[in-house]
């Protein structure tokens, strides 16, 4: 096959190729081809309105001017998360009201075929309870948020984004596309991993990859979104409430962009060194989506992923979790072992054993972190009912909770490891077990710092 | 208006056309600006500045393209009457 | 064997043309779509069937040349050239023709098979833009056909136009790119030394060209898929 004779043809090639070839040769061609495109256009389309071209280019004097840009993007994130968190409470409980009736006739079937009392706990205080939980808080504000989303999305909206912030990332010594593959990170950070293929430079996709995490997913949303309505807006209206909510929420996402942005430098002038490189950025004309097709692709979507990872993963870890809480060694369960060794360290940083066993259980999937440290606050080691809010914060303000507590748990939530799938990811991405321990190392060292710090600060002043 | 002089495309004001004379970039990212209608005698406009200044977007074939200066200032042309724009 | 095997179908075009939502619409699929840049990052693959065949489609990478300057370049080019898709589908941006047309014109100088899809037009249309396709299709040598894939406009036309290029009633003369006098002069010399090598698998202008612009990559993955076995048409490895 690949005979001598083939290769010495190819060689000849090669060399009569290169002797012929010119230094400006790809100038004239792709310049050739432009003109030929334009000779084509030019008699074959007409422009009936020019005026209406210049439509994106007025739209964008507004959204990335000097003195509204900012101010324009900052308002955008502040009503998708106010609009979500007003809009999700209802569903919220009545969803946990319907897994709430069914739970009834469970325990009426479990008695009467007479299942023995662990198998009635594994089954339905374990997995069901995990899954209807997850269910009835997740999805509400995932239908809400994502639509919102898509609509954005398909608008045009995003790369205006990244052409705002672009100066900022240029600074830190990263790509101006972080800011998209961001973006894609409030959806799911394992899928965001792979949308920074679309920057080139290794190095500065390796940053992108490396503090997407600090992006919260929508595994992590409804943990913050819940603790900062239970303890941030207390004792306030409705309304005044649910703004007070989005406020906070929105400072930590905020917050969870500057330690982006400092760690992006961090790395630029460490691991990563070197300065940015080439740069394009497309901004694409402005196109009204079509709204009910979009609003309803992404809240099914959404829905069936979130009801997906539901089964998949907090079915399981409902299970296991209950499991360990059940099994005694001693007069101790397994659970108790883990949570009490935790527990000092979990002090010292604000939280308790309770949480870092959450998390660390919560590898999996961001999503079963929360219902994981209710399931062990409950002595009886089964996950609560979720229909009431307030009786939730009973809970936690039994367990010890202030709202030092919740904000260093929103923190940590914010700051700590990618979740397993992320991880998986960041491995196949780059190839590399090294980088993906960095992903690992990095953001907890990053959480633990923080909320050391947090709760010395706070503690000191003594504001608990 | 027609000046001989050439001036780089971070220097044009917004709303100037440009035509393109020479690059004084190589490798790929020659060939990217090529491929995106940077090429020698197109016409491009300066249409956005970001807020903080830079990246700024250009209007070149039909398209809005956001370069950094790191790139712009080595893209050189001479400022032409802008013939897509009505007069207002 | 014949009988069972799919036919192949590539979407190409520039980021952002509407390509997945057309892949979306043939297939009943979802791709994820949005109005941004590089989105599609992986090459997506779908299948459906129109009069009693079976059609498979690749979302390719949008890009706006194929001289494979990056990674999504070349990924969609080695799709093209090496996968040989029975029929090449080029979405162009119907408000920004000019600028999509050089991917097209970079397609049909590998590739007969293509088909040019006219996509937004009902944009086209708000903005008042007038395109008169047949005179394109008369300039370009391949159909062009004008649809909106949001809309599902055009679809039954393009599905069509596929199942009679694939019957064979469609013969397509692609335009083909002029360059200057000496670069034609050089092609002249090279072309020839072209066909003992790669015979009817690639076209020989094409490659000639590729090489003179110093691309050996195209020559060399050529010989080793040689080396490795001939007909081998695996698509499935391709990520
Ligand atoms: N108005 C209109 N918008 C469309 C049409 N087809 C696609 N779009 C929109 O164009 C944008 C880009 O589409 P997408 O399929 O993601 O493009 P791709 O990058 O080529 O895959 C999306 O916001 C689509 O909703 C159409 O026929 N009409
Ligand atoms: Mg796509």
């Given at each position: 096959m690949g005979t001598?004779?083939?290769?010495?043809?190819?060689?000849?090639?090669i060399n009569l190729a290169n002797s012929l070839s010119s230094d400006n040769l790809r100038d004239e061609i792709v310049t050739n081809i432009y003109e030929q495109s334009k000779s084509i256009c030019n008699q074959t389309i007409r422009y009936q309105s020019p005026e209406k071209l210049r439509q994106t280019e007025k739209l964008d004097r507004i959204f990335t001017s000097k003195i509204f840009g900012f101010p324009i993007m900052l308002a955008m994130l502040g009503v998708v998360f106010y609009i979500t968190i007003a809009g999700a409470n209802y569903p919220s409980s009545l969803l946990a009201n319907l897994f709430n009736w069914f739970e009834g006739y469970l325990t009426m079937f479990f008695h009467w075929i007479h299942a023995p009392e662990w198998l009635y706990g594994v089954i339905?205080?374990?997995?069901?309870?995990?899954?209807?939980?997850?269910?009835?808080?997740?999805?509400?504000?995932?239908?809400?948020?994502?639509?919102?989303?898509?609509?954005?999305?398909?608008?045009?909206?995003?790369?205006?984004?990244?052409?705002?912030?672009?100066?900022?990332?240029?600074?830190?010594?990263?790509?101006?596309?972080?800011?998209?593959?961001?973006?894609?990170?409030?959806?799911?950070?394992?899928?965001?991993?792979?949308?920074?293929?679309?920057?080139?430079?290794?190095?500065?996709?390796?940053?992108?990859?490396?503090?997407?995490?600090?992006?919260?997913?929508?595994?992590?949303?409804?943990?913050?979104?819940?603790?900062?309505?239970?303890?941030?807006?207390?004792?306030?209206?409705?309304?005044?409430?649910?703004?007070?909510?989005?406020?906070?929420?929105?400072?930590?996402?905020?917050?969870?962009?500057?330690?982006?942005?400092?760690?992006?430098?961090?790395?630029?002038?460490?691991?990563?060194?070197?300065?940015?490189?080439?740069?394009?950025?497309?901004?694409?004309?402005?196109?009204?989506?079509?709204?009910?097709?979009?609003?309803?692709?992404?809240?099914?979507?959404?829905?069936?992923?979130?009801?997906?990872?539901?089964?998949?993963?907090?079915?399981?870890?409902?299970?296991?979790?209950?499991?360990?809480?059940?099994?005694?060694?001693?007069?101790?369960?397994?659970?108790?072992?883990?949570?009490?060794?935790?527990?000092?360290?979990?002090?010292?940083?604000?939280?308790?054993?309770?949480?870092?066993?959450?998390?660390?259980?919560?590898?999996?999937?961001?999503?079963?972190?929360?219902?994981?440290?209710?399931?062990?606050?409950?002595?009886?080691?089964?996950?609560?009912?979720?229909?009431?809010?307030?009786?939730?914060?009973?809970?936690?303000?039994?367990?010890?909770?202030?709202?030092?507590?919740?904000?260093n748990m929103m923190l940590f939530s914010l700051l700590h490891f990618p979740c397993g799938t992320t991880m998986l990811n960041i491995y196949k991405e780059t190839h590399s077990k090294k980088w993906t321990f960095v992903a690992f190392a990095l953001p907890t060292s990053i959480a633990i710092v923080v909320t050391l710090i947090v709760a010395q600060v706070v503690r000191g002043f003594g504001w608990v | 208006?027609?000046?001989?002089?050439?001036?780089?495309?971070?220097?044009?004001?917004?709303?100037?056309?440009?035509?393109?004379?020479?690059?004084?970039v190589t490798g790929t990212m020659r060939r990217r600006l090529l491929d995106l209608g940077f090429v020698p005698s197109a016409k491009v406009v300066a249409v956005q500045k970001s807020p903080l200044g830079d990246p700024i977007a250009y209007e070149v074939s039909q398209t809005i393209i956001a370069l950094r200066k790191e790139e712009s200032s080595k893209i050189f042309g001479e400022v032409v009457k802008n013939e897509s724009k009505t007069d207002d | 064997m014949n009988q069972k095997q799919t036919i192949k179908i590539a979407l190409a075009g520039n980021p952002n043309v509407g390509k997945s939502t057309l892949f979306n619409t043939l297939t009943g699929l979802k791709q994820h779509t949005g109005n941004w840049p590089g989105k599609t990052v992986i090459l997506a693959k779908g299948s459906f069937s129109y009069k009693g065949k079976d059609y498979t489609i690749y979302d390719l990478p949008g890009t706006y040349s194929l001289l494979s300057n990056s990674t999504d370049e070349e990924v969609a080019r080695d799709f093209i050239v090496f996968e040989k898709p029975d029929i090449t589908i080029v979405v162009l941006d119907a408000t920004t023709i000019e600028r999509n047309l050089n991917l097209a014109l970079q397609v049909m100088e590998i590739t007969d098979q293509v088909i040019i899809c006219i996509n937004l037009i009902d944009e086209a249309k708000k903005k008042g833009i007038i395109i008169n396709e047949n005179v394109m299709m008369d300039k370009l040598g391949v159909p062009v056909i004008k649809?909106?894939?949001?809309?599902?406009?055009?679809?039954?036309?393009?599905?069509?136009?596929?199942?009679?290029?694939?019957?064979?009633?469609?013969?397509?003369?692609?335009?083909?790119?002029?360059?200057?006098?000496?670069?034609?002069?050089?092609?002249?010399?090279?072309?020839?030394?072209?066909?003992?090598?790669?015979?009817?698998?690639?076209?020989?202008?094409?490659?000639?060209?590729?090489?003179?612009?110093?691309?050996?990559?195209?020559?060399?993955?050529?010989?080793?898929?040689?080396?490795?076995?001939?007909?081998?048409?695996?698509?499935?490895?391709?990520?």
């Open positions: 001598n004779n083939e290769l010495k043809q190819y060689d000849e090639i339905v205080l374990g997995l069901y309870r995990g899954t209807a939980w997850v269910v009835s808080v997740m999805l509400p504000p995932m239908a809400i948020f994502f639509p919102m989303f898509a609509l954005l999305e398909n608008y045009g909206y995003l790369p205006r984004v990244a052409f705002n912030l672009d100066r900022l990332f240029k600074r830190v010594g990263a790509h101006g596309k972080q800011a998209l593959s961001m973006a894609m990170g409030f959806g799911c950070n394992a899928a965001a991993i792979l949308s920074t293929r679309i920057i080139e430079s290794p190095r500065e996709r390796m940053i992108a990859i490396l503090t997407n995490n600090f992006v919260p997913c929508n595994g992590r949303w409804p943990t913050l979104i819940l603790l900062s309505s239970l303890f941030m807006a207390v004792g306030l209206p409705k309304t005044m409430g649910t703004f007070v909510t989005a406020a906070v929420v929105m400072g930590i996402v905020l917050f969870g962009i500057v330690v982006t942005y400092f760690v992006s430098w961090a790395l630029s002038k460490t691991l990563l060194r070197g300065v940015p490189t080439h740069y394009t950025l497309e901004l694409p004309p402005y196109r009204i989506p079509k709204f009910w097709q979009t609003v309803l692709r992404a809240t099914l979507d959404k829905s069936l992923f979130v009801l997906k990872r539901a089964v998949v993963i907090a079915a399981p870890a409902g299970m296991l979790t209950w499991v360990a809480a059940n099994i005694m060694i001693g007069d101790t369960s397994i659970l108790m072992y883990i949570v009490q060794f935790f527990d000092p360290f979990g002090q010292l940083l604000g939280l308790d054993g309770y949480i870092l066993t959450a998390f660390l259980f919560g590898l999996p999937a961001n999503e079963i972190v929360l219902p994981i440290l209710l399931m062990g606050y409950l002595s009886t080691g089964a996950m609560t009912e979720v229909e009431e809010l307030s009786a939730i914060k009973h809970i936690f303000v039994d367990h010890g909770w202030t709202w030092l507590t919740a904000l | 208006m027609c000046n001989n002089n050439l001036i780089s495309l971070d220097q044009a004001e917004i709303g100037d056309c440009i035509k393109i004379k020479r690059l004084e | 649809i909106s894939a949001r809309n599902k406009v055009g679809i039954n036309l393009l599905l069509d136009t596929i199942d009679r290029m694939i019957t064979g009633n469609i013969s397509t003369t692609p335009y083909q790119i002029k360059y200057s006098n000496e670069v034609e002069e050089k092609l002249k010399q090279l072309i020839p030394k072209m066909d003992k090598i790669v015979g009817d698998d690639i076209s020989p202008r094409w490659l000639a060209l590729r090489l003179l612009d110093g691309d050996e990559s195209i020559l060399k993955t050529y010989m080793r898929r040689k080396q490795m076995g001939e007909g081998e048409e695996k698509s499935d490895g391709y990520k």
